[in-house]
């Protein structure tokens, strides 16, 4: 079964960091893009970062540049983001999300039930 | 940067209802459009990718259409299980994947 698991979100104070992890099964990881979605409280969806199957391109959205950085261990199976100099703006569900594609075409085809980070002192 | 609108922002539908929701980009995006369901308390789902293409195991009353700038999702015959709230997604400018602000279907 393809799966995508995330984990490490919890309550944390502003300006303090926090891991998430995402472990992916049931395909061939190392094939696809991987992409963090978040969703704040009531909210949509907003797409955080990206990075590449080898993990030489990410990118991010401008509101987390230089704070949030993407990252992956293939041999692992495993994606990451790790979350610095949080602000109770970034308080919301994260979603690790697959990129599959169709030719050119790119779309989020599998994705992991979210983990929740809550910004707040 | 492209941006993304949605129209309506919410609809009231009863169950056998045809549902059409509008996606509009800020510049043309040729085909590079995605539709998503989400559910209160669940991950969003896949329903058409590349403006018309149905995703595996998503039922054909789902269909999509559009291409540059303006995009139709459609409902044939609205079902209790659709109750949800959809977004549009573009992926021409990748890699960054703009999504609209969503449309709540619910019960009339």
């Known amino acids: 079964e393809v799966q995508l698991v995330e984990s490490g979100g919890g309550l944390v104070q502003p300006g303090g960091s926090l891991r998430l992890s995402c472990a992916a099964s049931?395909?061939?990881?190392?094939?696809?893009?991987m992409s963090w979605v978040r969703q704040a409280p009531g909210k949509g969806l907003e797409w955080v970062a990206n990075?590449?199957?080898?993990?030489?391109?990410?990118y991010y959205v401008d509101s987390v540049k230089g704070r949030f950085t993407i990252s992956r261990d293939n041999a692992k199976n495993s994606l990451y983001l790790q979350m610095n100099s949080l602000r109770a703006e970034d308080t919301a569900v994260y979603y690790c999300?697959?990129?599959?594609?169709?030719?050119?075409?790119?779309?989020?085809?599998?994705w992991g039930k979210g983990t929740t980070v809550t910004v707040s002192s | 940067d492209i941006q993304m609108t949605q129209s309506p922002s919410s609809l009231s539908a009863s169950v056998g209802d045809r549902v059409t929701i509008t996606c509009r980009a800020s510049?043309?995006?040729?085909?590079?459009l995605n539709w998503y369901q989400q559910k209160p308390g669940k991950a969003p789902k896949l329903l058409i990718y590349?403006?018309?293409s149905l995703q595996s195991g998503v039922p054909s009353r789902f269909s999509g259409s559009g291409s540059g700038t303006d995009f139709t999702l459609t409902i044939s015959s609205l079902q209790p299980e659709d109750f949800a709230t959809y977004y549009c997604q573009q992926s021409y400018s990748t890699p960054g994947f703009t999504f609209g602000p969503g449309t709540k279907v619910d019960i009339k």
């Open positions: 590349a403006a018309s």
């Open positions: 990075i590449k199957q080898d993990g030489s391109e990410k």
């Open positions: 510049q043309s995006i040729s085909s590079y």
């Open positions: 049931g395909f061939t990881f190392s094939s696809y893009w």
């Open positions: 999300a697959r990129s599959g594609y169709y030719l050119t075409y790119y779309y989020m085809d599998v």
